[in-house]
């Protein structure tokens, strides 16, 4: 087994601030995930990537960058925190199997307030 | 656009009953999974499946790639059932969620 641990579990920013959540892997998975979820909503994929120094943009891209430094980590960044926004931001982690799908584990989550 | 449609948004239960969860897709899927969101927020992998069906104590899934469905069943709910229940189907490496089923259990 394996665990996804994110950093930090709780974020408080202010507006127009950068921020920088992380997230770290021990499964030895190829690709991690990104996802951002609002309540009563399901889940949007921010960023993925596949390998080392890869990155994908999700359907959520716009307002965030994200860094893969090594496959064992995967970090975001909120380029300018919005006022009052309120989310969960999910890390995620897979096998990559060229075009199959593999099963997807997921982090604890990071809970960003924006104040 | 969306990809996954869930359904019901939300169910109530009484306790011994049962009921069952629909996520249709808009195109082929190769895998599908169901997770169910805990009261801190994290997401349980309750089951993946690329085909047929799997069955885990009174959950029961079921995938179908080629009608673009998948259900989770869930049979004898307790107390403890309660929560939200989100599909997620898989298409090279991308999961695309569903919008999640607010699943109420009362006695």
């Known amino acids: 087994g394996g665990i996804i641990t994110q950093t930090p579990k709780f974020l408080i920013g202010q507006e127009g601030q950068k921020l920088t959540l992380k997230c770290q892997q021990n499964f030895n998975h190829d690709t991690m995930y990104w996802y951002r979820q609002d309540s009563g909503k399901g889940l949007r994929l921010i960023y993925y990537?596949?390998?080392?120094?890869?990155?994908q943009k999700g359907d959520l891209s716009e307002g965030y960058d994200a860094s893969r430094e090594k496959k064992s980590s995967f970090s975001l960044t909120v380029t300018s925190a919005q006022k009052n926004e309120m989310a969960v931001f999910l890390c995620?982690?897979?096998?990559?199997?060229?075009?199959?799908?593999?099963?997807?584990?997921f982090g604890k989550g990071t809970r960003l307030t924006v104040v | 656009g969306d990809q996954v449609e869930q359904s019901p948004s939300a169910l109530s239960l009484h306790e011994g009953t049962g009921s069952a969860l629909r996520c249709n897709f808009t195109?082929?899927?190769?895998?599908v999974q169901w997770f169910r969101k805990n009261s801190r927020g994290s997401l349980i992998n309750l089951f993946y499946?690329?085909?047929g069906t799997k069955e885990n104590g009174r959950l029961k899934s079921a995938f179908d790639s080629k009608e673009r469905y998948s259900t989770l069943h869930i049979r004898d709910a307790q107390l403890e059932d309660s929560g939200t229940y989100f599909c997620?189907?898989?298409?090279?490496?991308?999961?695309?969620f569903g919008s999640g089923t607010k699943l109420t259990v009362e006695p």
């Open positions: 195109t082929t899927m190769r895998a």
């Open positions: 995620a982690s897979s096998i990559h199997l060229g075009q199959g799908s593999t099963e997807v584990f």
């Open positions: 997620a189907a898989s298409n090279y490496n991308v999961l695309y």
């Open positions: 499946l690329a085909s």
């Open positions: 990537s596949i390998t080392e120094n890869d990155l």
